[in-house]
């Protein structure tokens, strides 16, 4: 007899809602080939609901309606289990935040919440524009870079010390490049099957990619065990980022976190933080830069703040927070959820679901509802400051008891850097073609990582003259 995972209890044979008939391989190779073209077809011919066979495990109810959102945040009829999430556990760790289910996560988020609250997020705002402006120092005339890989050392730099409380010295040096090779190493579909596809999970040393990916990871293991180390020789009450306030909290029992807890728990923050950042600020530079007038009128709202303004100001201003916003919702960074799993028989957009069935909600077919954002193909920042969008219309952090929890970070970081960066540097798009949506990992990211050029600084008299649409 089937039992559910998560209640133990008999499973009622069911029918699920329609869904592709196409045998579950080919829908394997869609979902990470092409994602985007298998979820706008299944949406188109079976709406708000479909049965998707994307794993090797369990069919995904995918849902893609407002209403679906609201039930999966907020009724106690679903979970959201950690197990599901083991497709992360050879790069997070067993012990991560998003592999646990139940009270222990309820419980180790409340013990990393408080760093990423938004009145502590203040206290990284001037270190994220001076680490913007000393990337964007970098670039020079004519020479023409990737915006993605710049904005993933503007993010990595930013996690490392806010995360890890790690400054300059050799080991933030010798961290950034083996992390960056990590995350690296499912950049595209062909290397993002590593993670969807166990078989490919063999270590056969280093000319094997899983192998070689492992290497990565003992490295980089070491390293982090070495700073954790250091630190407990070292304690320094003063200190308040994440690690140090991991490392001084303590269990019901006065235990504090293990060395592989916390390793597991950083993992998770650098990977979880790090990318999904860089690939929004991509994406932004690319949308303001590929259409004049929403540059314009971007500029025209930095500029009006004058010198030296203070980044709770720049936070607040609603063009660049629409202009972000529609930046996720167009390509959202996460297309879908983390799992949810039904623990008791649910009505759901007019299918009973029963135990153990599984229920992804698509952050990108939701964002793309006609109903919801007329023109959803147009990027159109104007519609975020026409109408106010429930958290079940617009969610590209998720939302109920698995909400991004670097939510406010993530916020404050892109609109921070898009500033910093808009109002000193003048940019081209050095792409002769529209720029398309491609898999990284678990992401969605723009493919070749958006390349630019500098055109120079922009002067004083620059930013007091109205800026030229089309210029
Ligand atoms: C633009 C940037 C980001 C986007 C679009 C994003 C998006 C998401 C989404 C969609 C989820 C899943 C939510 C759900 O299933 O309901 C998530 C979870 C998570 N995010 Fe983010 N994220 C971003 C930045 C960050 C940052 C900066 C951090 C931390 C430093 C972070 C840490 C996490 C963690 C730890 C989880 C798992 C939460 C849990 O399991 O309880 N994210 N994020």
């Known amino acids: 007899m089937l039992l559910s995972p998560a209640t133990k209890t008999p499973v009622i044979p069911m029918t699920l809602p329609n869904g592709p008939k196409t045998p579950p391989f080919v829908q394997v190779i869609q979902w990470i080939g092409e994602p985007l073209t298998y979820m706008d077809k299944c949406a188109k011919q079976y709406g708000d609901i479909f049965t998707a066979q994307v794993t090797k495990e369990e069919p995904w109810v995918i849902v893609n ?27 997070l760790g067993e012990r991560s935040l998003v592999l646990l289910s139940g009270e222990r996560h309820k419980r180790e988020r409340q013990l990393l919440m408080p760093p990423f609250h938004g009145e502590r997020m203040r206290n990284y705002g001037q270190l994220m524009c001076d680490i913007a402006t000393d990337v964007a120092s970098k670039w020079s005339v004519d020479r023409p870079f990737v915006v993605h890989s710049a904005m993933q050392e503007v993010t990595m730099r930013v996690i490392l010390q806010a995360v890890f ?5 050799p080991r933030l040096q010798e961290l950034r490049p083996r992390l960056a090779s990590v995350v690296n190493m499912t950049n595209s579909p062909l290397r993002s099957s590593m ?51 991991m490392m001084a909290a303590r269990d019901e029992n006065g235990q504090p976190m293990t060395d592989e807890e916390l390793r597991d728990e950083l993992m998770t923050l650098l990977f979880a933080g790090h990318e999904t950042t860089a690939t929004a600020l991509a994406w932004a530079f690319y949308w303001i830069h590929s259409l004049p007038s929403v540059r314009q009128k971007l500029l025209q709202e930095l500029d009006s703040l004058g010198e030296n303004p203070d980044p709770m100001e720049i936070f607040r201003l609603p063009y660049l927070s629409a202009v972000c916003q529609e930046t996720l919702r167009i390509y959202p960074v996460a297309i879908v959820m983390l799992e949810r799993e039904v623990l008791t028989p649910v009505e759901l957009m007019g299918h009973q679901l029963e135990p153990g069935t599984v229920v992804v909600g698509s952050i990108y077919l939701t964002h793309r509802r006609e109903d919801l954002y007329p023109e959803p193909l147009q990027f159109k920042p104007e519609r975020f400051l026409e109408r106010q969008f429930s958290p079940y219309e617009y969610l590209p952090f998720g939302g109920g008891s698995r909400r991004c929890l670097g939510l406010a970070l993530g916020q404050l970081e892109m609109k921070l850097v898009l500033a910093t960066i808009l109002r000193d540097f003048d940019l081209v798009l050095a792409e002769k073609k529209p720029v398309q949506a491609k898999r990284r990992g678990l992401a969605l990211g723009p493919a070749g990582g958006v390349r630019m050029a500098l055109r120079g600084r922009r002067t004083p008299q620059q930013k007091r003259e109205p800026v030229a649409s089309g210029v």
């Open 65 to 91: 309606h407002p209403q679906a959102m609201q039930e999966l945040f907020n009724s106690n009829a679903f979970h959201a289990p950690g197990r599901p999430n083991n497709i992360l556990k050879p790069m």
């Open 165 to 169: 409380g790690l400054y300059d010295g």
């Open 195 to 245: 993670l969807f596809l166990k078989w490919l999970q063999q270590d056969w040393g280093p000319w094997s990619p899983w192998g070689r990916m492992k290497q990565r990871q003992r490295k980089l293991d070491a390293l982090i065990y070495a700073e954790i180390e250091e630190r407990k020789l070292q304690p320094d009450a003063n200190r308040t980022d994440v690690l140090s306030l």
